[in-house]
């Protein structure tokens, strides 16, 4: 169990297995999934010729130590690919938390903002700590 030092909503020193996503909004984010980023990264996320997969542990070990809030910052900024930036900050944290439910990481009782500053506060861990 880690320590939670709570301010307003902003749980300080959560990681990827304390919960940080629920069911409903992976959902909505698989459905993003399969619209937007299918096509390049696969439908079971496996990847493509040139195209990173965003599952298992080449993923996991690629952001481990980073941030909720980097991956999203990825995301928001450069995907997809051939239409950057066009998806909504709400858009982008869905499919973060259905990215976050592909690699096993649990569902909980809240869902992930999609405040950059507060996804910066959730850390990944490929490794349950
Ligand atoms: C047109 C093809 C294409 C589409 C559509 C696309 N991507 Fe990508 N994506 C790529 C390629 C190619 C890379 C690696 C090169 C790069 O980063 O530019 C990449 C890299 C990534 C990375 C970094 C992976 C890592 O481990 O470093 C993430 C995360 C990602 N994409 C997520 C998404 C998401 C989420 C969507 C849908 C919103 C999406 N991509 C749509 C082609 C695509």
Request: net charge negative; aromatic share 8%.
């Given at each position: ?7 307003g909503?902003?749980?300080i ?26 096509a ?16 298992t542990g ?14 999203f910052e990825?995301i928001?900024?450069?995907m ?7 998806l ?7 499919v ?12 909980g009782?809240?869902?992930l903002?999609?405040e950059?500053?507060?996804?910066k ?9």
């Open positions: 169990m880690s320590l939670w030092l709570l301010i909503t902003v749980a020193g959560q990681t990827v297995w304390d919960g940080v996503y629920t069911e409903a909004q992976a959902t909505r984010g698989e459905a993003t999934y399969n619209e937007r980023c299918s390049c990264h696969g439908t079971e996320l496996e990847g493509g010729d040139m195209t990173p997969g965003l599952t080449m993923f996991t070990s690629n952001w481990n130590e980073l941030t909720v809030g980097d991956l990825r928001r900024i450069t997809p690919l051939d239409n950057p930036s066009s909504s900050r709400q858009q982008v944290a869905d973060v938390a259905f990215l976050l439910k592909a690699n096993k990481w649990p569902a009782e809240s869902e903002p999609r950059t500053f507060a996804l506060e959730i850390k990944i861990l490929s490794l349950k700590p």
